[in-house]
Nanobody, 117 residues
Framework: VQLQASGGGLVQPGGSLRLSCAASGSIVSINVMGWYRQAPGKQREPVARVVSGGIINYEDSVRGRFTISRNNAKNTVYLQMNSLKPEDTAVYYC????????????WGQGTLVTVSS
């Protein structure tokens, strides 16, 4: 499985960005796609994930500000990020895995989001 992420950039505090990630290759019908992030000097952490059937999970730090969605026909996941804060600055990584084999995680190349005035 290959993952191609896009949409990062520089935005001012309070602004919005939308990330996209398209999966290709051997896609299973029931899968999980989502996002992790890694801020400078910190460990990689989960942000949000969505199962192909629609179940969604958010980390507390982004709940109410970020919205994850997916288009199953396009094998694409989106992350709408609103009310961005400087602490959201990080490299954002797209992930994909078979829901029935959660150890088989595929990672995208990462896209940088910088929140700064």
């Amino acid at each position: 499985v290959q993952l191609q992420a896009s949409g990062g950039g520089l935005v001012q505090p309070g602004g919005s960005l939308r990330l996209s990630c398209a999966a290709s290759g051997s896609i299973v019908s029931i899968n999980v796609m989502g996002w992790y992030r890694q801020a400078p000097g910190k460990q990689r952490e989960p942000v949000a994930r969505v199962v192909s059937g629609g179940i969604i999970n958010y980390e507390d730090s982004v709940r109410g500000r970020f919205t994850i969605s997916r288009n199953n026909a396009k094998n694409t996941v989106y992350l709408q990020m609103n009310s961005l804060k400087p602490e959201d600055t990080a490299v954002y990584y797209c992930i994909y895995y078979d829901r029935d084999d959660p150890n088989s995680v595929y990672w995208g190349q990462g896209t940088l989001v910088t929140v700064s005035s």
